[in-house]
């Protein structure tokens, strides 16, 4: 059973537009909710990451929105730029265990 | 400085072949994750050291799969008598204490199975 759920699974977008992923989980033990870009061939790179605590986070273009009682988060990137096409993951983490939970990706395109 | 490495970056093994991959973390991070990422998906969590001692290895799909990290620093994923469903981007990331959150990934061994 998928512990985190993300969509879409693909997304096109206008330069300058605005891009939204979305992601479920089911556990309520989670306390982490990182947001991880990947480019073709190579790792992924965290891009930004939020607590239960707040509901919403902002760094630059790229915002996340958490809804606590609903059990989702997403994220949005502003003024979508060409630079932005790769792939984006969702993932959780839960408390002493490290390891993290990821969503199956969205694979973003922003047309020029 | 220099950030996670692996090697190789790809590898082609025959079926049934052993093979093995390493992984330097960051210099000091006390935290190293293995993860296997089959074509099109998320990463999905294979094991876990806290400096050398193996944590959690409740990922690993079969004993064919050994890690190990003896002087907690580098790190070898081994898999043995190599399967076709093998076939998976392995990534590695490091953390910087048992108590932090972000995970540094590095770019990954390529491994087909023929």
């Known amino acids: 059973q998928q512990q985190v759920k993300q969509s879409p699974q693909s997304l096109i977008v206008q330069k300058g537009g605005i891009s939204i992923i979305n992601c479920a989980y089911e556990n309520t033990a989670f306390d982490y909710f990182p947001w991880y870009q990947q480019f073709p061939g190579k790792g992924p790179a965290l891009l930004i990451a939020?607590?239960?605590d707040v509901s919403e986070k902002k760094e630059g273009r790229f915002t996340i929105s958490f809804n606590k009682s609903a059990k989702q988060f997403s994220l949005h990137i502003m003024d979508s730029q060409p630079g932005d096409s790769a792939t984006y993951f969702c993932a959780v983490n839960a408390g002493n265990n490290r390891k993290l939970i990821w969503g199956l990706g969205t694979s973003l395109a922003v047309n020029p | 400085g220099a950030g996670v490495s692996q090697s190789p970056r790809y590898k082609v093994a025959k079926r049934g072949q052993d093979v093995a991959l390493r992984c330097d973390p960051i210099s000091g991070h006390v935290s190293l994750f293995w993860y296997q990422q089959a074509l099109g998906q998320g990463p999905e969590f294979l094991t876990y050291f806290q400096n050398e001692a193996q944590l959690d290895k409740s990922g690993l799909p079969s004993d064919r799969f050994f890690a190990e990290r003896p002087e907690g620093s580098v790190s070898t994923l081994k898999i043995q008598r190599t399967q076709q469903e093998d076939s998976a981007v392995y990534l590695c990331?490091?953390?910087?204490?048992?108590?932090?959150?972000?995970?540094?990934f590095g770019p990954g061994t390529r491994l087909t199975v023929l």
């Open positions: 939020i607590r239960p």
């Open positions: 990331a490091s953390s910087p204490s048992s108590g932090s959150h972000e995970q540094f």
